[in-house]
């Protein structure tokens, strides 16, 4: 009995309320760790995960660029800006610019129909009227440039300057075509003559509203022309090359002073480009090349600021690279008359005012 309850006393003085506590709490201390603790990585073990983590990212980025699930029309996309149940915002920009391009390959295939109706087995009368109104447009951007600069409202020479090139490019073109006879017939004189008025006023109007589409359709005449004369030369070469070339194209592509013709050529550098006229066949095959460095042009304008002048940049630093002449500087340049009209009356009217 003695020895039973010397047992129970020891069993009782373990469990008292003060040993109790003390053992919770050194119980406590050792758990605390465990439940409000991450164990700590060793230096050699951020590299290990930091790979998986990668490996999963890479594995996200393949899914998605194979696989695109589908969405409800009013899930939030990317960098749309709206609210959940809001639906999506679209990009505007694209969606003008299209509908821009779409308008001009419109326009551009009626022009074709009407040319195809009309001048199908007369080929330098149809030359005649398709130079008339290829030239047109760069009379209608140097308008609108004159108008913007009387205004103080946007100032780029070399605007003007590339415009003026191309522009006297074309009238030589059209001189060629009447030296071949391709204006002999009044109805010919007629049509293009009132194609060219009406044409000039749209390019205007045009241009005046966004120039990008007005370089846009004017990228798509010219590609027309490019493609109807390298059609002829592939029809007519052997002939052509039994012609002689007509006079003003031999003085016009040889003459002394070919500084306009290196002028609109924006893609190339100036004298790289000598053309030799020996018969009619050369004269063609120099007319469609002209055609070609037209779009290059007028593609290169439809970036804002993108067009300079090939003399600005030929007497830069040689070391420089030639992509670093291609100034864009978005507060000389003017998205419209709208755009104009903004900047004249913003805190940038006295950039607007420089001029290069």
């Known amino acids: 009995m003695a020895a039973a309850a010397s047992a129970l006393c020891t069993t009782v003085l373990a469990i008292s309320p003060a040993n109790y506590n003390a053992r919770n709490n050194r119980s406590r201390i050792n758990l605390l760790p465990l439940a409000s603790r991450r164990p700590s990585l060793s230096s050699k073990s951020y590299p290990i995960r930091a790979a998986v983590v990668r490996e999963q990212e890479e594995e996200e980025v393949v899914v998605e660029e194979t696989f695109q699930p589908k969405k409800s029309s009013y899930d939030v996309q990317e960098g749309g800006g709206g609210g959940p149940g809001e639906p999506p915002q679209i990009d505007s920009d694209q969606w003008i610019i299209r509908i821009e391009q779409s308008i001009n390959v ?5 022009v074709i129909k009407v040319l195809d109706t009309f001048y199908r087995d007369r ?29 103080g409202w946007w100032r780029r020479a070399d605007y003007i300057k590339v415009h003026f090139a191309e522009s006297w490019n074309e009238m030589h073109h059209l001189l060629i075509m009447e030296e071949l006879g391709g204006n002999s017939w009044w109805v010919d004189r007629f049509l293009a003559q009132h194609i060219a008025v009406f044409y000039y006023f749209m390019t205007v109007f045009m241009y005046a509203l966004s120039p990008r589409m007005a370089y846009h359709f004017s990228e798509c005449v010219e590609h027309h022309a490019y493609s109807t004369y390298d059609k002829f030369i592939k029809a007519h070469g052997d002939e052509l090359k039994e012609l002689p070339a007509p006079e003003v194209a031999v003085r016009y592509y040889t003459g002394g002073d070919l ?22 066949y050369d004269t063609f095959v120099n007319i469609r090349e ?23 940049y030929a007497d830069e630093d040689s070391n420089e690279d030639e992509s670093s002449s291609l100034c864009v500087d978005p507060e000389l340049h003017c998205e419209g008359i709208v755009d104009c009209l903004k900047k004249s009356v913003g805190p940038g009217l006295s950039k607007t005012k420089q001029q290069v």
Do not use: W
């Open 259 to 280: 500084y306009l013709f290196d002028e609109f050529q924006t893609s190339r550098t100036p004298n790289s480009r000598r053309p030799k006229i020996d018969n009619l």
């Open 106 to 110: 419109f326009l551009t295939d009626t």
């Open 290 to 312: 002209d055609e070609g460095e037209h779009c290059k042009t007028m593609k290169a304008c439809q970036t804002p600021g993108n067009l300079h002048s090939p003399h600005s």
């Open 123 to 151: 080929d330098y009368a149809r030359f005649f009227v398709l130079e008339t109104i290829a030239r047109v447009p760069y009379f209608a951007f140097i308008s609108v440039l004159h108008l913007y600069e009387s205004f």
